[in-house]
């Protein structure tokens, strides 16, 4: 079974920044897309930014591009998400999501980031 594991959620002032890290078990996490989903309260779940499995193809919300970075070491089963110039509609569950194919089919808890104005 393969669990994921985020950290490093919080609370920040509007135009700071966060690093969220997302723990992966197993042996196959190389040969799995990942990605960062998100959902604020009342709102649905929403993509945020995802990667390639060797970590050479990022991808992007618009909302987001350009302040965020996605980023895997796979020799550590980790994925990264560098939050900078945090907006305060930006506060929500943050997620890890692991996509062994087409489909991310595993999905981690989540860690709250709440961006203040």
């Known amino acids: 079974q393969v669990q994921l594991v985020e950290s490093g959620g919080g609370l920040v002032q509007a135009g700071g920044s966060l690093r969220l890290s997302c723990a992966v078990s197993g042996r196959t996490f190389s040969s799995y897309l990942m990605g960062w989903f998100r959902q604020a309260p009342g709102k649905e779940r929403e993509f945020v930014a995802g990667i390639g499995r060797s970590g050479a193809n990022a991808y992007y919300a618009d909302s987001v591009k350009g302040r965020f970075t996605i980023s895997r070491d796979n020799a550590k089963n980790t994925v990264y998400l560098q939050m900078n110039s945090l907006k305060p509609e930006d506060t929500a569950v943050y997620y890890c999501?692991?996509?062994?194919?087409?489909?991310?089919?595993?999905w981690g808890q989540g860690t709250q980031v709440t961006v203040s104005s």
């Open positions: 999501a692991a996509a062994p194919s087409s489909q991310y089919d595993y």
